[in-house]
């Protein structure tokens, strides 16, 4: 057999291994083991992507056995995601409302961030999708709040993009140029036509100076929260490689395997 850390260098071998973790119906302990500061430690992705999976599949494996604690059915791996691309929303059917309120929480959210943007996110501290956070990431409304601002960064430096004076009289070109002779203007044009004018009114060009270093400046604004997502999301890490490790390398070892 392959040694474990070898196991542990791609992706799809992370989830995999994470994903034995949930025919085990082990419950998981807050304090890290022995097994992980010693030999059955997890080797951990060196990619960003690598460290996304392990942590989103460890989240999955947590969700799937809370909800069978409650008797309901785990959630399919490939179904982890939800159709709006949010990782942390699970797709369920609307009339199930059994298995809503064991995901997401019951009665009115107690979580509430309004971006700069103006739009307010919410969630719920009960469910369990919040006990798989608070799991892996030790304080679920801080997690909560943190990567609502820092997922939305791009949107509000587009915010502050489209109240520049310049882009604003950019924009009225464009109108302006994708407004046919005749007749209103189409609600999307033609992306030939689009495209057209976003060259002749200069709101391509303008678009490409001003949103990286309007994005810039939103990240340096917000800075302690990008250090804080950092610092939750290594915590997150850490604690989904523990998880592997307190449950699957004592199964491995059982069948004679070792670990290098």
């Given at each position: 057999m392959r040694p474990l850390r070898a196991?542990?260098?791609?992706?799809?071998?992370?989830?995999?291994?994470?994903g034995a973790l949930a025919l085990t119906g082990c419950t998981t302990t807050t304090e890290t083991t022995g097994a992980t500061a010693?030999?059955?430690?997890l080797a951990l992705p060196t990619t960003e992507r690598g460290?996304?999976?392990?942590?989103?599949?460890?989240?999955?494996v947590l969700v799937d056995q809370c909800?069978?604690?409650h008797g309901l059915p785990p959630r399919h791996p490939s179904d982890k995601r939800h159709p709006s691309g949010d990782p942390d929303r699970h797709p369920v059917p609307a009339d199930d409302?059994?298995?809503?309120?064991?995901?997401?929480?019951?009665?009115?959210?107690?979580?509430?961030?309004?971006?700069?943007?103006?739009?307010?996110?919410?969630?719920?501290?009960?469910?369990?999708?919040?006990?798989?956070?608070?799991?892996?990431?030790?304080?679920?409304a801080r997690w909560f709040r943190t990567r609502v601002v820092v997922n939305n960064l791009r949107a509000e430096a587009q915010q502050r993009m489209r109240r520049d004076p310049d882009y604003r009289a950019a924009t009225t070109r464009w109108a302006r140029c994708a407004t046919p002779a005749h007749g209103p203007r189409p609600e999307r044009p033609d992306t030939a036509v689009s495209a057209r004018c976003a060259r002749q009114s200069g709101l391509a060009r303008l678009r490409a100076r001003l949103e990286p270093a309007l994005l810039a400046r939103v990240r340096a604004d917000r800075r302690d929260q990008l250090t804080t997502y950092e610092q939750l999301r290594t915590r997150a890490l850490h604690r989904a490689a523990a998880l592997y490790a307190e449950r699957?390398?004592?199964?491995i070892r059982e069948k004679g395997s070792t670990s290098s």
């Open positions: 196991l542990c260098a791609t992706a799809p071998a992370v989830l995999a291994l994470l010693g030999r059955g430690a460290k996304d999976a392990l942590i989103d599949t460890a989240q999955q909800l069978t604690r409302r059994a298995l809503q309120a064991a995901l997401f929480g019951r009665g009115r959210p107690e979580l509430s961030v309004t971006l700069a943007t103006g739009y307010t996110v919410t969630a719920h501290t009960d469910g369990c999708l919040a006990a798989a956070q608070r799991e892996l990431y030790g304080d679920q699957t390398v004592p199964v």
